[in-house]
């Protein structure tokens, strides 16, 4: 009798675990570019077109400004994290910069000319005038002032090879095939998570949007399960999320989606 009192009891709880995440299409929109880098509720969209950096917002009354510097290669990233010191990288040439709200040419850093030499695969935003940078010299995720071009803080090696960086003013994730890796800004490792075979990411405060093929997953601050988001059949070139707003672009169509986060 007490089995089925318990039994009963426990079909009765509500269930804490969210199964997937639901995705309702706000708006969609053509958009003609190479990558879309990311868009915001103020009508601000960033994008790469044939290796030139645009931006379509209020601000410019809807005309599309752009920059580019086509003698350092190919963009190979671009983080808007931080507006105001929007960064570009060119992994071909070793070198970053960074870009005003205008688009304008604030820093320049050539990592080949540093007298401590750094072999750069990846960066992003950190706070004040610094960038996270991931030097596969010495495997070590580092923050980088471009201003002093000085280190502030370093990791461990990271042995397992680097998929993907993204950072806020407080923390850098890094993600490898088999964990992702959490950062804070002196370095110290705060946060280590198995996860399997993702390939990219993006940030939503400190939870985060995850990509697998033409799947997106959502993790949770401090959680340790990724909890599938439930989308329509939707090619996913490109992604971004922002405030539990999800864009994604398709090589034609930029899509936005609100997110529905129990």
Known sequence: MKYYLYLIFALTLPNSTQKSIEATLIEKKELVADAFISSNNFETTFY???????????????????????????????????????????????????????????????????SDYKNISHISTGADNTLWVFNENTLQLELFDYKTNTTRAKTLPIKNPVLDIKSNY?????????????????????????????????????????KKGNTLSYLKKDSEAAIPISLPNLLINQFFVTNQTLYIYNAETLHKYQLKID
Not at 94 to 112: Q, S, Y
Not at 192 to 202: G, I, Q, S, V
């Open 170 to 210: 407080n923390f850098c994730w890094v993600l490898t095939k088999t964990h992702l890796y959490k950062y804070d800004y002196f370095g110290n490792l705060a946060q280590k998570t198995a996860l399997d075979a993702f390939e990219t990411m993006a940030i939503d405060n400190e939870n985060i949007v995850l």
């Open 48 to 114: 790469v077109l044939e290796n030139v950096l645009f931006k379509n917002s209020i601000d410019t009354k809807g005309i599309d400004i752009g920059y580019n510097n086509f003698q350092l290669g190919n963009i190979t990233s671009v983080n808007t994290f931080n507006p105001l010191k929007i960064n570009v990288f060119y992994k071909d040439f070793n070198t970053a910069l960074v870009l005003d709200n205008r688009l304008a040419e604030m820093f320049k850093i050539d990592f080949n000319t540093l």
